[in-house]
Nanobody, 124 residues
Framework: QVQLVESGGGLVQAGGSLRLSCAASGRTFSSYVMGWFRQAPGKEREFVAAISWGGGTTYYADSVKGRFTISRDNAKNTVRLQMNSLKPEDTAVYYC?????????????????WGQGTQVTVSS
């Protein structure tokens, strides 16, 4: 089992940057695919980015491709999401999640563990 704690959210103007971090407990962090998801008010939770066990493979939603970068440090049990060129439509609660399956997936329902979320607000 793994516990996830996000940090780094906040209020930023359009065009600005934020870096989200997710700290994971446990000694098997490298066995999890890690993902970032977000949920805006009145909308369903959606996939943002995912990274494979060793960090060699990443995948992004089309809406953030070229602006967001996911990375992980298995020695520090940490996954990060660097968000640049932020837009008002990026406003949401951002969640870190871990998937314990052997298949790299971006499907929300496949992720086993979730953090509590961190608010990101982008003003126009």
């Amino acid at each position: 089992q793994v516990q996830l704690v996000e940090s780094g959210g906040g209020l930023v103007q359009a065009g600005g940057s934020l870096r989200l971090s997710c700290a994971a407990s446990g000694r098997t962090f490298s066995s999890y695919v890690m993902g970032w998801f977000r949920q805006a008010p009145g909308k369903e939770r959606e996939f943002v980015a995912a990274i494979s066990w060793g960090g060699g493979t990443t995948y992004y939603a089309d809406s953030v491709k070229g602006r967001f970068t996911i990375s992980r440090d298995n020695a520090k049990n940490t996954v990060r999401l660097q968000m640049n060129s932020l837009k008002p439509e990026d406003t949401a609660v951002y969640y870190c999640a871990a998937d314990n399956s052997p298949i790299f997936t971006i499907a929300t329902e496949k992720y086993d563990y979730w953090g509590q979320g961190t608010q990101v607000t982008v003003s126009s």
